[in-house]
């Protein structure tokens, strides 16, 4: 089945504390992309990436880094998360460009909920 | 800043009733408007999207309707079902695919 995954999908941590979030797809996309949710704010790009070895920033990437090594894998680090960094997070996938008169779809893992204390 | 502006933030709709999402945009260079619906514990799935060379797109009873001029948007659902009570997102990219969206709209269809 053709999927973007995430782990952990639930996580409660400390300040200071670091973490990592996998982002793993199978469908051999070039663009990986995390996102983080908050009521009222919609779905804000933190990273963003074109192809292996290739990221750049979104519009809120304070306080997260990432990598892209493997065309599969896109993890999300928090080197010393803050409670601002609280939210439900999404990484998602797509082609890097879009079918000929078709459709370029981003494809969404399940989301994972941090809470840092 | 958002770079696409979508209103209003929530959404109550009788059966059977039309529903309409309004987004906005400044940005020229974005060439591709997808619509994104969630429903609560799930991830964002693409459910219509449209690109600036028509006005209009439909599928089923969502309709896309984009005014270019004006850099907006919009998604009418008509005759609305309970089971399109989600939240739905607008978003907008460009030719590097680069996807931005909006702060989404949470529907609700009373039976």
């Known amino acids: 089945e053709a999927q973007v995954t995430q782990n952990p999908r639930y996580l409660i941590t400390v300040t200071g504390k670091k973490l990592t979030v996998t982002c793993s797809q199978n469908?051999?996309?070039?663009?990986m992309s995390w996102y983080r949710q908050d009521p009222g704010l919609g779905l804000r790009q933190i990273y963003y990436?074109?192809?292996?070895?290739?990221?750049d920033k979104g519009d809120v990437p304070e306080g997260y880094k990432v990598s892209r090594k493997e065309k599969r894998n896109f993890p999300l680090i928090l080197e010393s998360p803050s409670p601002n960094q609280t939210s439900l997070y999404f990484c998602?996938?797509?082609?890097?460009?879009?079918?000929?008169?078709?459709?370029?779809?981003?494809?969404f893992g399940a989301g994972s909920r941090l809470t840092v204390l | 800043q958002q770079q696409v502006k979508q209103s209003p933030q929530s959404l109550i709709v009788q059966k059977g009733g039309i529903s309409i999402i309004n987004c906005a945009y400044e940005?020229?260079?974005?060439?591709?408007f997808p619509w994104y619906q969630q429903f609560p514990g799930k991830g964002p799935a693409l459910l219509i999207a449209i690109r600036p060379d028509v006005s209009e797109k439909k599928e089923g009873r969502f309709t896309i309707s984009f005014n270019k001029s004006a850099k907006q948007f919009s998604l009418h659902i008509m005759d609305s079902q309970p089971g399109d009570s989600a939240t739905y997102f607008c978003?907008?990219?460009?030719?590097?695919?680069?996807?931005?969206f909006g702060a989404g709209t949470r529907l609700t269809v009373k039976p």
């Open positions: 940005n020229t260079a974005f060439d591709y």
């Open positions: 469908m051999n996309h070039e663009y």
């Open positions: 990436s074109m192809n292996v070895e290739v990221t």
């Open positions: 998602a996938s797509s082609f890097a460009a879009a079918p000929v008169g078709g459709a370029n779809v981003l494809t």
């Open positions: 978003a907008a990219s460009s030719y590097n695919n680069d996807m931005r």
